[in-house]
């Protein structure tokens, strides 16, 4: 059973298209998350989601919308692809707020996007 | 300074090696310290908690320094299946939520 799964693995586009990425997770958990890990491999955090409830949104171009229709949900919508926003998608989930006590993350296995 | 600073590596190391990897933060108000591990093109995985006194689960040990804001990851025996990239997380308090903010990482290449 895949605790948190991602859709697609890969996505091949050219730029100025828009796409998206969904994410689920089977865990129960009310925290959802979406990071960001470039070619130099820095994993940072995009948005964050507490039940439906927008928590985190750090500096992110406003082409990319998260939207979580439930609190086992968190897609992300990217408008108007560059070739800047080619990396690695990872989708992640937490019962608590990450941190909080010591409440680590499960990631999903990423959507690869590469920007052509 | 960065928030998360980790030694850039890469280690080489032969099979049965000790490796020490280190890691400094930067907010003294931080709670919660973890080591992630990430195979090459695959996700993130907890390794362990990194607790005040310090802990250790089989050949992994880690420790935490407050006072000098510095976490290690200590690998004792060192096996093939150990060759991967190592993580240094840490939270950012409130002022807001809670967030986990990720090392660069630190790859290690275990050999034969």
């Known amino acids: 059973d895949t605790a948190v799964s991602q859709t697609p693995k890969y996505l091949v586009t050219q730029m100025g298209n828009d796409k998206s990425i969904k994410c689920e997770q089977n865990?129960?958990?009310?925290?959802m998350y979406w990071y960001k890990q470039d070619s130099k491999k820095f994993l940072k955090i995009m948005f964050s989601?507490?039940?439906?409830?927008?928590?985190i949104n750090e500096t992110v171009p406003n082409r990319f919308s998260p939207k979580s229709p439930d609190k086992a949900h968190l897609n992300l919508h990217i408008n108007s692809l560059e070739l800047g926003d080619s990396a690695v998608y990872f989708c992640?989930?937490?019962?608590?707020?990450?941190?909080?006590?010591?409440?680590?993350?499960?990631f999903g296995p990423g959507t690869r996007l590469l920007v052509l | 300074r960065k928030e998360v600073e980790q030694d850039p590596g890469p280690f080489n190391v032969p099979e049965g090696a000790t490796v020490a990897f280190n890691c400094t933060y930067s907010?003294?108000?931080?709670?919660?310290f973890f080591w992630y591990r990430q195979d090459c093109r695959k996700e993130p995985k907890l390794l362990m908690s990194?607790?005040?006194s310090g802990n250790e689960d089989g050949r992994f040990t880690a420790q935490l320094n407050r006072a000098s804001q510095y976490i290690s990851l200590l690998i004792r025996d060192s096996k093939l299946s150990d060759s991967a990239t190592y993580l240094c997380?840490?939270?950012?308090?409130?002022?807001?939520?809670?967030?986990?903010?990720f090392g660069a990482g630190t790859r290690l290449a275990v050999h034969p």
């Open positions: 992640a989930s937490s019962h608590l707020l990450a941190g909080q006590y010591g409440e680590t993350q499960y």
């Open positions: 865990l129960g958990h009310d925290t």
């Open positions: 989601y507490n039940n439906k409830e927008l928590i």
């Open positions: 907010n003294s108000a931080s709670q919660s």
């Open positions: 990194v607790y005040s």
């Open positions: 997380v840490v939270n950012l308090p409130p002022g807001g939520y809670n967030k986990l903010i």
